[in-house]
């Protein structure tokens, strides 16, 4: 399985942006899909994710502005952000937790997108 993220860029506060994730494979229905970011010097975050059934879970810092959505069709997974902050500003990482079998479960983890709101 590979990801492939994109829409990143420099955006002003309290604008938008939409990311997209779309992966390879033809079993992306039953992968959980995530939106994570990472700011130098900072740990990776969770930002976002949604279960293979459509279940979203969001941190605190974005819930109300990120709508995660996924088009199984399309194999392809979203994050619309809005009314941006400059604290927003990282890049940006899909992935995807792939069932194995038998209970267990691997992460497979994009290449990024940066995203920067200037003030």
């Known amino acids: 399985v590979q990801l492939q993220a994109s829409g990143g860029g420099l955006v002003q506060v309290g604008g938008s942006l939409r990311l997209s994730c779309a992966a390879s494979g033809r079993t992306f229905s039953v992968y959980d899909m995530g939106w994570y970011r990472q700011d130098p010097g900072k740990q990776r975050e969770l930002v976002a994710t949604?279960?293979?059934?459509?279940?979203?879970n969001y941190a605190d810092s974005v819930k109300d502005r990120f709508t995660i959505s996924r088009d199984n069709a399309k194999n392809t997974v979203y994050l619309q952000m809005n009314s941006l902050k400059p604290e927003d500003t990282a890049v940006y990482y899909c992935a995807a937790r792939i069932p194995r079998g038998w209970g267990s479960t691997s992460v497979v983890w994009g290449q990024g997108t940066q995203v920067t709101v200037s003030s």
């Open positions: 949604i279960s293979n059934g459509g279940s979203k």
